[in-house]
């Protein structure tokens, strides 16, 4: 009967560490409660204490340093099992994203679902609340404003702040080399039609974000994959090879914490690439959409940090730190500014007036640094969290990314397992997965999975986390 | 001395009733004071009453209707001083607006300068403070709302309040057959996208939207141009023939009040242009933008309500009647619909959020057409000063058109003039006007310019008028 409780008592004990790792109470590096604390507090014997750290050391959520006590872990999973490396072919691919990512985005917006797939920040993450403040004052305000069409590179102020921004990211950028976008994505479109055109080859990742693949399919261009390694991004020698064997017009890669893989570029690869495209006069595209949520802060340096021939085309937005529904984003096009500028006009005149003033007037609070920083510890958790679950509930044999930052883990599964169905089958669940294919034009990566902790956190992802697990191992059996 | 006096009262009578109808006192169609009231009420002779009524009578402004008294004029100008149809060639041409647009509308954003020539609504005439308040309210309300991505389709209350307009327009339109955009330039771009591809041949209005060639132009796609009739708009006979005799893949037509000429289709041509291109399925990419705007009330109906094989595709927005800063316009895309929502999905996934919240509950509230309504009246008002000013202060054989509706003139000058000198010479003097090359893809309508009464009136639009009226003179001395 003693026994009896005292099991107990450590699954209580270590489900209420759990549950204050999880909720941020405790982050990555702090240090947790003391064995003797714990039993003080909770009134047990120091075996029943240590038992329940051991529970936690298990999972991954902790671990012992020698002389300084008990820590929540920085990561939980060690390197060995990285997802493989794919080598693409090398020959420009046309490209059909088809409607599949649109469903797919579209399913995101369902409430029933547990969104484990979209890389969209959760509502519980974002400062809303001080943002809505902020925009119900300044619609008052700044009343007259919408009479006329905002600036066609954006409202100054917001420019002035996004600066600001950019030298966190290594980049000296004075606010009229700033043009305001629909999002990251109006600024995809607006550099690749600036330095490419119908047919033109362009090199990109692989995988990639498919809002990439999307732009390149609407322009009627052409994609060459480039290889990448899980955490460092790609590489260097292979980006080489290809760009001295074929025509490439333009390169997109996201060199800070690249979706789907999370892989942060080494700087020197940052440089050593920024270099060698600008000797080979092909520009670069860089997005940065989550860089500020890498997990090592101060931030790491952006790719445009080490043009020297301002032929980088830096490409962001805040739909993934403040309010994916504003859409604003920005580019900063270096030498092709005035280009970008024309295209911009062609677009849409300009972007839409009352958000940007809204976050100019937020950015000058500095209330974003507190609230990115703040957003980074939370995703950090979750993410240690994901993949502990993942690595638990996964079929044996699932690999998984060590993601630098954000909120996106990419998964491989064994290879008898077809990813569109597992993602199907989840769906019937009300659980939303992102399928591997969608991250190539060659529709690769068919035992891939993306998933995001961006939406989904605590008992409800890990319900999802073990229902995906369990359709995935049912498709190994039959496989 | 008795005389003296008497030519002072007569010329301060005529002025007190010109700027009663110039500030909207007395509305086109309403009945003038009296001339029995006019000689009471200013102590003045029966014989100086008539002569100040003779005056305006003289300028245009008033008009004596046997048996019924005094009246506002419906339109200061006959139709024989009517702008020449040019016939443009029917080949195909490639597009390139050039920057001058674009340097135009940068131009047109200088507080310093008389805006003259942008078909930019005045902020005088917006309900801004209305829309304020129900931005402010609808921020603090929904402050969740940024969080997530909209509606791809676009907010369903907004969607809900645009088919009930449509309505108006003579179109039964389901919430689901309409995609919100960023404004109506977004809206062409996707019809086009959809309907065409790069090198594919477009039917155009001549002269035609500046926006459409821009549109054209960045898709890679060819121009035919199609004659208009400066009232009547394009003559179905001449499409027939261009249709017959080319291979066109889409026909962009502004049935309703055209941009720049003003003009308006009558039903039955709107019909049968309709029809015609059904028949050799082509589709009908429609721009409605100042359908609304129509001075005969109620308005017009657009060319899809004679849409019997879902092949018009509809775009219109809310930057002439309600706020061009919010950047919101739709799409009705018939048969299209899928694929134009797929457009709008790899262009920027959807539209910001908090300003389509708020128009649609702006427009639940029925101020809409209230405000419209207002809206038409001053427009009507000073068009007809500004008709009335042209024809005073520009040189001799200088030709208008008779605007049905909307802010923009579209004036002929003497062939002397060359317009992009003259719109340089008033820049010069802080007068913004649009030189006519702007609305041909060959650069045609050299002296042609088109002028706008949406920003400016009054004073300061007769000043304006009576400068480039002056420079234009001596545009043709020196000529």
Request: positive net charge; proline residues 5%.
């Amino acid at each position: 009967m003693r026994k009896r409780k005292d099991e107990y008592l450590y699954e209580k004990i270590a489900s209420d560490l759990r549950r204050s790792i999880n909720d941020g109470i405790y982050c990555v590096n702090d240090r947790m409660p003391s064995i003797r604390a714990l039993s003080t507090q909770y009134m047990v014997s120091i075996a029943t204490a240590i038992q329940a750290y051991d529970v936690l050391d298990g999972e991954g959520f902790t671990e012992s340093r020698p002389k300084s006590g008990i820590f929540v872990r920085k990561q939980i999973i060690a390197n060995k099992e990285l997802p493989e490396a794919i080598t693409p072919h090398s020959r420009p691919t046309e490209v059909s994203v088809s409607q599949l990512s649109m469903s797919l985005v579209l399913e995101c917006r369902a409430k029933h679902l547990a969104k484990l797939g979209a890389a969209v920040p959760g509502s519980d993450v974002l400062p809303l609340g001080a943002l809505s403040r902020t925009m119900s004052g300044v619609s008052r305000r700044m009343w007259k404003s919408p009479a006329v069409y905002a600036d066609l590179l954006g409202f100054s102020d917001l420019r002035r702040q996004i600066a600001k921004l950019m030298k966190d990211a290594g980049c000296r950028v004075h606010p009229n080399e700033i043009i305001v976008t629909n999002g990251a994505l109006e600024a995809l479109t607006l550099a690749l039609r600036t330095v490419a055109k119908t047919g033109d080859a362009i090199a990109i990742e692989s995988p990639t974000y498919f809002g990439v693949l999307q732009v390149i399919e609407k322009l009627g261009m052409k994609a060459i994959e480039v290889t990448t390694q899980p955490n460092t991004g790609i590489d260097p020698s292979a980006l080489q090879k290809i760009i001295l064997s074929r025509t490439v017009k333009a390169c997109v890669l996201m060199p800070n914490v690249s979706n789907p893989l999370g892989s942060t570029m080494p700087d020197d690869n940052k440089a050593s690439v920024v270099k060698m495209l600008a000797v080979a006069q092909i520009p670069l595209i860089e997005d940065d959409v989550f860089g500020t949520l890498s997990y090592s802060q101060p931030r790491p340096k952006a790719a445009k940090a080490y043009d020297t021939t301002n032929t980088v085309l830096y490409c962001s937005s805040f739909s993934k730190t403040l309010a994916p529904g504003y859409r604003i984003g920005w580019i900063v096009a270096g030498k092709y500014q005035e280009q970008v500028k024309y295209q911009k006009f062609l677009d849409n005149i300009s972007t839409t007036i009352i958000p940007q003033i809204t976050l100019a007037e937020f950015l000058s609070r500095d209330a974003y640094k507190r609230c990115t920083k703040n957003t980074v510890r939370i995703y950090q958790q979750r993410m240690n969290q994901l993949r502990h679950w993942v690595y638990q509930y996964f079929p044996a044999n699932t690999r998984l990314t060590n993601p630098q930052g954000g909120m996106v883990l990419w998964v491989e599964l064994p290879t008898e397992i077809d990813s569109l169905t597992l993602y199907r089958l989840a769906l019937e669940k009300n659980i939303a997965i992102s399928p591997g294919i969608l991250f190539s034009p060659r529709q690769e990566y068919k035992n891939y999975v993306r998933l995001s902790c961006g939406n989904l956190s605590g008992e409800k992802a890990l319900k999802a986390v073990k229902k995906v697990g369990m359709l995935a191992k049912r498709q190994v059996k039959k496989g």
